[in-house]
């Protein structure tokens, strides 16, 4: 059943400049994360956030978590091209697997 | 490197002929997933192994089966693939619940 949905759908920014992508989830979870996906190839874990947290920092990336709105959101800074990739956040549940939301299409142009 | 490794890449079956999808991993992890990824949609999970305990998805076809010989390996079996099972299909890996390692995937095409 999906549990996490990505807005927007598709983005497409100039190299450059932010670009954010937020993710809303229905149940409570233990934890949330990010996963990146170049066209035809596997995906790429970026950061996790535990429920406790509220914003976790990596290299360009900044994500926020908001239990009681139940959503999240990951901003990419100073895009380049080759952030041109789907996102696709992926909450844990107490007991269960990972579950994936539809995704957002990042295009970042040169 | 330690990595999670699919073969084949790329597969091609026919209408009905089973074929078998494989997936190795050197990160010692003890739980094991396989996704199915149709294009321009999120990966759907299959099934996953937690150790030796097999869980399957409420909504998977019976015609997908799943083999973990041992902590290692990890097999995908279509029993009779139709022409709605072509698409990628993803293994990963964890240790417990934690973050999840992708294998590149393997791309099915079914004729």
């Known amino acids: 059943s999906q549990q996490g949905e990505e807005d927007p759908q598709a983005l497409s920014i100039q190299e450059g400049e932010n670009a954010t992508m937020n993710c809303s989830y229905k149940t409570s979870i233990n934890n949330l994360q990010w996963y990146r996906q170049n066209s035809g190839r596997g995906l790429v874990h970026l950061i996790l956030?535990?429920?406790?947290?509220r914003e976790k920092h990596s290299g360009r990336l900044r994500v926020t978590l908001d239990t009681s709105k139940k959503s999240s959101s990951l901003l990419i800074t100073a895009s380049r091209a080759a952030d041109t990739a789907s996102y696709f956040c992926a909450t844990d549940q107490a007991g269960t697997a990972l579950i994936f939301g539809k995704g957002t299409t990042l295009s970042v142009s040169s | 490197d330690a990595m999670v490794i699919q073969n084949p890449r790329y597969q091609v079956t026919q209408f009905g002929k089973p074929v078998t999808l494989s997936c190795s991993q050197t990160?010692?992890?003890?739980?094991m997933y396989w996704y199915q990824q149709k294009s321009s949609q999120a990966p759907k999970l299959l099934f996953h192994?937690?150790?030796?305990?097999?869980?399957n998805e409420a909504d998977t076809p019976d015609n997908f089966q799943s083999r973990r010989p041992n902590t290692s390996f990890c097999f995908l079996d279509i029993r009779s693939p139709g022409l709605g099972d072509a698409a990628m299909y993803l293994c990963?890996?964890?240790?417990?619940?934690?973050?999840?390692?992708f294998g590149p995937g393997t791309r099915l095409t079914v004729t």
């Open positions: 990963a890996t964890s240790r417990d619940r934690d973050v999840q390692y």
């Open positions: 990160l010692n992890h003890n739980v």
């Open positions: 956030i535990r429920s406790n947290e």
């Open positions: 192994y937690y150790d030796k305990d097999f869980n």
